[in-house]
């Protein structure tokens, strides 16, 4: 039985440690992904969370509440995303759950209903099912900041000033090529709402998953000669498509990229081919922002870095991650205004995540100004923002180039509303009355 | 000792030929049913039921499912998370469309309409065998999740082709609680077992087994070899697809087409083989062994410092660790976990003799 022993041992020293950790904390369940297909994307994000985090630590938490966390492996895969939501709900040592951040359409979209029961906030940034948007059915899920209808909308807007106008996108050719997934699927619906309102051809490609083979869909295109690409990609499908267009001989700087075709790992494996490539970002990579600098003067600089490689500091993905620390540690510190400067409920750090108002002002605080647009949500609008910046791959770095651009959010909130009531029905849930929210 | 059969005498032949012969059998099971179904939703956790018990239990009706046309009819299948995909749409689109359809004939049609396809897809094995019948379900398990990502119809045009659970009630009961979800699943799974039980000691699965050892034997002996691989097939889905149900709707709650590819049905494979071709014990070994082994590792691991070694490492030694578990008891044991467990049973019967 020796081989017990250290497993007795280990046991002994977990509840050992369970009594020591009694102070005062807010704990972040972090069901991380560091290794499959998809390993670029979360290790950059949730080192970015995980280094904002300790920056926040090293100022002294929020309001004395020290921040504290905990991983456990999804690999993107649904069933040990929720098995890993189980595993961490609870808490860790007593310090409560302020919210989930899978960074997974499929786990959030399983983890839903949970998360409604467990009244512990779901936070889909930059993704997520487009409906729950509308806070009255889905009271615990945040799409934060641009959810899918917002960014192809978004998308449209650009390429109207692109070509001078609103009015003059009759006539113009679009085509979207989307990964052969629910998510590449999710904004078709919506993309032909908008090509009846403003009277450009849509076509509508898919590339089947993982989409490492687009030839014929690109000849397609050549034939269809769109004025503008949009390419709704995920993984290897980004870097394929910028390479077939290249084939081809379709220009790299009429293909827009959406918000999971975006990052570094996207444009630079396509090699000159990239070069001229447009996408956006509710995000500028780099590490100019205050923020930022602290982060590597109290994190980084000491070693204390999670990054592997730190050279992917303020990379698309980590500075995403970042952004997600900001606007969580932002939610908790509200709730903490209203219900006391201690460790929070889900439940608590709900009410702090609807009240977020983030105005330049406040953003300037943060040492974000710039790198988080102004963010106002409500118990209707679990949303916010819906505006991204479009940036332009230059060989090695992504460039911004435009300002601002907002969705149309006016036009899409009938249709989400729509889609959130008949979730309702199926459901049998009874839509939250926002007017009679504190 | 536990297993004195002294003074235990079968006086009819019914008495000879009943499932659980010995006395102590039969106790163990009751006392296990008990357990499972009185007192597990008692003492355990929300991460118990969900993460753990409920797939656990799904997959070995899916494992069972796939054992009773694998491992008593010896027709090989890459199809097993197709049939699941269908059984979980369909019943998804019975609870949608019909109007106050009870929750569990939902499933029953789910389960039919994936034996149907079954079927279909099960009809080339009249004319082929082994390896070159995988490649007619393989084609199961590409065809069907593209049906179902292609129409919209089948996910009630969700925008992300997602379908999600309807609410889980049972004669006027609400399960959508962990506990309930879990007493559905295991009330499902334990009838279903009892059936599967019983139709491999019928004429039916004496059949399939004359069939899988060898089939031109069982033709000459008067065996319809049409009819007994087809009702594999179909018995086969009919679980299966049951299971699929009960995967989307009392495990995961929401399920996309994506979410039955071709790794779950390697899954699947995986268990049976670990657990045992042609045993029903096997399946809840395998399962046990797919799904909490690798959940143990984690929560092992979950036990070390942070930062002693890189998180990514961590995960890839778990699996490393895994893997050499499956290949040492395989080598150990090519027949899988029910012989273990059927060589020590009867090693417990002579004790304390030897031989």
């Known amino acids: 039985m020796s081989f017990l022993k250290p ?40 080192g970015g969370f995980i280094d904002y985090l300790q920056h926040v630590n090293a100022n002294g938490g929020v309001n004395g509440v020290k921040l504290t966390w905990s991983e456990c492996e999804t690999e993107y895969v649904v069933e040990k995303g929720v098995e890993c939501y189980e595993r961490l709900k609870q808490g860790l040592n007593g310090a409560p759950a302020a919210a989930t951040n899978p960074l997974s359409v499929g786990i959030a979209y399983a983890t839903l209903d949970r998360s409604h029961a467990d009244k512990l906030p779901l936070i889909t940034i930059n993704h997520g099912r487009t409906d729950s948007t509308d806070g009255r059915v889905f009271p615990y899920a945040f799409p934060l900041q641009l959810n899918p209808y917002s960014e192809v909308s978004a998308i449209v807007n650009y390429i109207a000033q692109q070509v001078g106008g609103a009015d003059n996108l009759k006539g113009k050719k679009i085509v979207t090529l989307y990964h052969g997934s629910p998510y590449g699927k999710e904004t078709n619906e919506v993309l032909e709402k908008l090509a009846a309102k403003y009277g450009f051809e849509l076509t509508l490609l898919e590339v089947p998953h993982p989409g490492n083979e687009q030839q014929s869909q690109w000849i397609n295109i050549r034939r269809i000669k769109p004025d503008y690409v949009i390419l709704r990609g995920w993984g290897v499908m980004n870097p394929v498509a910028l390479k077939t267009a290249q084939k081809v001989g379709f220009p790299a700087d009429r293909i827009i990229g959406n918000i999971w075709s975006n990052a570094e790992d996207d444009a630079s494996p396509a090699g000159a081919a990239a070069k001229g490539y447009i996408s956006i970002t509710t995000h500028p990579s780099g590490t100019d922002f205050p923020v930022l600098q602290g982060i590597k003067k109290d994190v980084i600089d000491p070693g ?28 908790v510190r509200l709730a903490q205004e209203k219900f006391g400067q201690r460790p929070l409920t889900g439940e608590e750090v709900r009410w702090g995540f609807e009240n977020i108002r983030l105005d330049d002002k406040r953003l300037q605080e943060l040492g974000a100004l710039g790198l988080v647009q102004p963010l106002q949500l409500s118990c209707a609008d679990h949303e916010g923002g819906g505006a991204v910046r479009f940036q332009q791959w230059d060989g090695q770095a992504w460039k911004l180039i435009s300002d601002w651009v907002q969705a149309d959010r006016a036009l899409l909130r009938p249709i989400i509303e729509a889609s959130a009531l008949q979730y309702a029905k199926e459901k049998g849930i009874t839509p939250r009355d926002c007017s009679k929210e504190s | 000792m536990f297993y004195t059969e002294a003074g235990q005498f079968s006086t009819r032949y019914a008495a000879d030929r009943r499932v659980f012969r010995l006395r102590q059998d039969r106790f163990a099971l009751a006392l296990l049913l008990v357990f499972a179904a009185g007192v597990v939703p008692l003492i355990g956790n929300d991460y118990w039921f969900n993460a753990i018990l409920i797939p656990f239990l799904v997959l070995s009706l899916a494992g069972l499912g796939l054992n009773l046309l694998t491992g008593y009819a010896g027709q090989l299948s890459l199809g097993s998370a197709a049939f699941m995909a269908a059984g979980a749409f369909a019943a998804y689109n019975f609870q949608l469309r019909i109007e106050g359809l009870p929750l569990l004939i939902s499933f029953g049609l789910g389960g039919l309409v994936a034996a149907l396809l079954s079927v279909v897809f099960g009809l080339p094995s009249l004319r082929i065998k082994g390896f070159y019948l995988i490649v007619s379900t393989l084609a199961a398990q590409f065809l069907i999740p593209w049906v179902l990502v292609k129409y919209g119809w089948f996910s009630n045009h969700n925008a992300s082709g997602v379908i999600s659970a309807p609410p889980l009630q049972v004669i006027g009961a609400d399960l959508s609680t962990p506990v309930g979800r879990y007493l559905l699943t295991l009330g499902v799974v334990v009838a279903l077992t009892w059936l599967a039980k019983n139709i491999v000691r019928s004429e039916l699965g004496r059949n399939w087994m004359a069939v899988r050892d060898m089939d031109t034997a069982a033709a000459v002996i008067g065996i319809s070899l049409p009819k007994a691989k087809l009702l594999a097939f179909a018995l086969s889905g009919f679980y299966l697809g049951i299971a699929g149900s009960l995967w989307a709707f009392a495990y995961l709650g929401t399920v996309e087409p994506h979410g039955f590819d071709l790794s779950r049905s390697f899954q699947v494979l995986f268990i049976i083989i670990i657990g045992g071709l042609g045993s029903l014990l ?9 799904v909490l082994f690798p959940l143990f590792l984690s929560n092992l691991v979950g036990l070390l410092p942070p930062g002693l070694i890189d998180a990514g490492q961590l995960e890839n030694v778990q699996k490393m660790i895994f893997g050499a578990l499956i290949i040492a008891f395989l080598i150990r044991e090519p027949e899988g976990l029910a012989r273990i467990w059927q060589k020590f049973r009867a090693r417990a019967r002579r004790w304390p003799l030897r031989y």
């Open chain 2, 282 to 290: 096997g399946n809840f070994l395998g399962a046990a062994f797919i």
């Open chain 1, 304 to 331: 204390k870095g999670n990054l592997a490689d730190p050279k992917r500091l303020g990379t698309v993905y980590y500075n995403l991650g970042v952004v997600n620390g900001i606007l969580n540690v932002e939610a």
């Open chain 1, 7 to 46: 497993i007795a041992l280990a046991l002994s020293l977990g509840t050992f440690s369970l009594a020591s950790h009694a102070a005062a904390e807010q704990y972040f369940p972090l069901q991380s992904y560091r290794i499959g297909p998809y390993a670029a994307g979360g290790t950059g994000f949730f």
